[in-house]
T-cell receptor, first 111, second 114 residues
Framework: NAGVIQTPRHKVTGKGQEATLWCEPISGHSAVFWYRQTIVQGLEFLTYFRNQAPIDDSGMPKERFSAQMPNQSHSTLKIQSTQPQDSAVYLC?????????FGPGTRLTVL | GEKVEQHESTLSVREGDSAVINCTYTDTASSYFPWYKQEAGKSLHFVIDIRSNVDRKQSQRLIVLLDKKAKRFSLHITATQPEDSAIYFCAAGGATGGNNKLTFGQGTVLSVIP
């Protein structure tokens, strides 16, 4: 069991560019979550899926952020027109109903 | 929405002593309370959780207490060791446990002095 896999581990984009982050949940886990972590805001919930269906995206900044889960083996978080304030570590987690298992994160830096 | 406050931003204890981290939450509907540990440069690692149907849970040197009336829960680490040094996050979630979103506290930096 490789755990939750996130790629890339680091991404640097210029302001206004697009960034796509990938997450492969633990096989068989039914829920997939996206969070982001910054020094100032701490850990913030973004969105989650259960059995691939979007359940709650109340934490997603409007307009520029979107997430998909096209199949049970991966989810993507897309940020359009990236801004410096989007710089953060984006964490993906998966769960089978017990604890959430977190991936290593993708550190996004927007210059 | 739910808000979780973690009362100690930093905590320093001597090796072998106990460490206690306290959290409060606002939403009475929250019923799942996990704790995570984050070591420098690493991701979150689950340590222990408690559900609202009990008020105490222990796993080896870790004890979690839950006071639903006060909307307060705490992590007790007994016989601390240097490897316990890390950032600890408390969180609150809904009735479906890990199948629901978590709201995190701001984290407590625990330093265990040898």
């Amino acid at each position: 069991n490789a755990g939750v896999i996130q790629t890339p581990r680091h991404k640097v984009t210029g302001k206004g560019q697009e960034a796509t982050l990938w997450c492969e949940p633990i096989s068989g886990h039914s829920a997939v979550f996206w969070y982001r972590q910054t020094i100032v805001q701490g850990l913030e919930f973004l969105t989650y899926f259960r059995n691939q269906a979007p359940i709650d995206d109340s934490g997603m900044p409007k307009e520029r952020f979107s997430a998909q889960m096209p199949n049970q083996s991966h989810s993507t978080l897309k940020i359009q027109s990236t801004q410096p304030q989007d710089s953060a570590v984006y964490l993906c987690a998966s769960s089978l109903g017990g604890e959430q298992f977190f991936g290593p994160g993708t550190r996004l830096t927007v210059l | 929405g739910e808000k979780v406050e973690q009362h100690e931003s930093t905590l320093s204890v001597r090796e072998g002593d106990s460490a206690v981290i306290n959290c409060t939450y606002t939403d009475t509907a929250s019923s799942y309370f996990p704790w995570y540990k984050q070591e420098a440069g690493k991701s979150l690692h689950f340590v222990i959780d408690i559900r609202s149907n009990v008020d105490r849970k222990q796993s080896q040197r870790l004890i979690v207490l839950l006071d639903k009336k006060a909307k307060r829960f705490s992590l007790h680490i007994t016989a601390t060791q240097p490897e316990d040094s890390a950032i600890y996050f408390c969180a609150a979630g809904g009735a479906t446990g890990g199948n629901n979103k978590l709201t995190f506290g701001q984290g407590t930096v625990l330093s265990v002095i040898p």
